[in-house]
């Protein structure tokens, strides 16, 4: 007699980049044991580059959505939630060096309770994604894509990674009536393209890449020296951390 076939259940989650409502069912033993590993291999690329294969999944759409990175890093939160515990116990370190008593406090995180920052929340207005070039030329930029950790030199030099993330956000050139879409040149033709750029050209592009929604989730407490101290949490990393530094 053959085992069962497990029906699990489903629930709606909403993607950040879009909008939409997506469904997904929780992810299985296999799937987390896979994602384990991949955090134990201590390379943040491994890792994100499995939570990508788990929402795709996990997701009942179809085809398949595309995910920003942003989408990886919110949807997760929400699937882990759904699967394991919406509740996570994180500990950060209240450094002496930034005022602190440098003792480490214990936290738990609701998970549901995570929000999205949006330029707005932070009081600046959005840039335009257009970006100028010159006389009948300019870029068309998007949100960090989730292809970016299929990139090797991403985050591999911290001096670049600013220039890394930039190549990868081009989503079009256009250059009078024509539209030249970025995926069809090579990371290394988009790389030096980006380098014969203005400083003032390249400037404006991160400005538009800084301003991107990002997650954030602030825990307040009281340190022992009765001093008022806050964390915020705001990239997937910082709600798995044991011990971590702590920003006021």
């Known amino acids: 007699m053959t085992l069962p076939t497990l029906k699990y259940p489903t629930e709606s989650i ?56 942003l989408d990886l890093e919110y949807m997760f939160l929400k699937l882990r939630a759904m699967s394991v515990n919406n509740v996570v116990r994180v500990s950060y370190r209240d450094l002496a060096e930034t005022g602190g008593d440098d003792k480490v406090y214990d936290f738990i995180v609701d998970l549901n309770n995570i929000e999205l920052e949006t330029s707005t929340d932070r009081g600046v207005e959005r840039p335009p994604n257009r ?70 050209t390249f400037e404006a592009m991160r400005d538009y890449i800084d301003s991107a929604p990002r997650l954030k989730y602030t825990l307040n407490y009281t340190n022992s020296k009765g001093s008022s101290r806050s964390i915020v949490l705001s990239t997937i990393s910082d709600f798995f951390s044991l011990v971590s530094r702590t920003q006021t």
């Open 14 to 69: 909403r993607q950040p980049s879009t909008g939409k409502t997506l469904r997904f069912r929780p992810f299985i033993v296999g799937e987390e044991k896979v994602l384990l590993m991949a955090k134990q291999e201590g390379d943040p690329r491994a890792t994100m580059r499995c939570i990508r294969q788990l929402l795709e999944a996990c997701t009942l759409e179809e085809p398949k959505p595309q995910f920003t990175a």
């Open 131 to 200: 970006v100028p070039i010159g006389e009948g030329q300019g870029i068309m930029l998007r949100d960090p894509p989730a292809s970016l950790y299929e990139d090797p030199n991403v985050g591999s030099n911290q001096t670049t990674l600013a220039f890394d993330v930039s190549v990868h956000c081009i989503e079009s050139i256009w250059d009078g009536d024509k539209v030249l879409e970025a995926k069809r040149y090579s990371l290394k033709e988009l790389r030096e393209f980006v380098e014969r750029l203005e400083v003032k």
